[in-house]
């Protein structure tokens, strides 16, 4: 059975890093098309950054140059590293996995979600 | 970026009725487009994708339809666990973007 884990949420002041996880079990994060989807309180959802199998990284402009994609294929572990937090960032961050192995841009896959909160 | 803007923002409907949500994006993308239901408190799940193919699993109430600019999700007959949000998605392009939602209240 898939399923995706994030961890790593918590109360950050403004200006304060973060790093969330997101454990995988059943498929190979290395063998798939892994995401990171945000939704600040009662709004929509904000695509925000992925990776490819291959290693191919991209982000939203509104994180480019702050958040940083990484993942651990020993651990099978997906990783949002994010640094210089503002307001704006408050919100519940989701792992996703691809339907398809390749890419697809379809996420079939979710995590719980993580909380984030950025306030002093 | 390609803008998605579905209409209505919200509705009302009674069990049973037929529902239709309308996604149109900023510029051509094809037939690469996602729906998706999220129920209050819970994550995002994945009802079409490729405009029309229904995700396996999904109830076959649910059918997508569109290419270009202009898509449709319907709801056939709306049961109690269809009350959600429905969110579409373009992946023709990065960014990704999704539509600002569509809230299904219960008439």
């Known amino acids: 059975e898939v399923q995706l884990v994030e961890s790593g949420g918590g109360l950050i002041q403004p200006g304060g890093s973060l790093t969330l996880s997101c454990a995988a079990s059943?498929?190979?994060?290395?063998?798939?098309?892994m995401t990171w989807v945000r939704q600040a309180p009662g709004k929509g959802l904000e695509w925000i950054s992925v990776i490819y199998s291959g290693g191919l990284i991209n982000y939203a402009d509104s994180v480019k140059g702050r958040f940083s994609i990484s993942r651990d294929d020993s651990k099978n572990t997906l990783y949002l590293q994010m640094n210089s937090l503002r307001a704006e960032d408050t919100a519940v961050y989701y792992c996703t996995r691809d339907l398809f192995t390749g890419s697809s841009g379809w996420y079939v896959y979710w995590g719980q979600g993580a909380l984030v909160t950025v306030s002093s | 970026d390609i803008q998605m803007t579905q209409s209505p923002s919200s509705l009302s409907a009674s069990v049973g009725d037929r529902v239709t949500i309308t996604c149109r994006a900023s510029?051509?993308?094809?037939?690469?487009l996602a729906w998706y239901r999220q129920k209050p408190g819970k994550a995002p799940e994945l009802l079409i994708y490729d405009a029309s193919n229904l995700q396996s699993g999904v109830p076959s109430r649910f059918s997508g339809s569109g290419s270009g600019t202009d898509f449709t999700l319907t709801i056939s007959s709306v049961q109690p666990e269809d009350f959600a949000t429905y969110y579409c998605?373009?992946?023709?392009?990065?960014?990704?973007?999704f539509g600002q939602g569509t809230r299904l209240d219960i008439k």
């Open positions: 510029q051509g993308i094809s037939s690469a």
């Open positions: 998605q373009q992946a023709h392009s990065f960014p990704i973007t």
């Open positions: 059943g498929f190979s994060v290395s063998n798939n098309c």
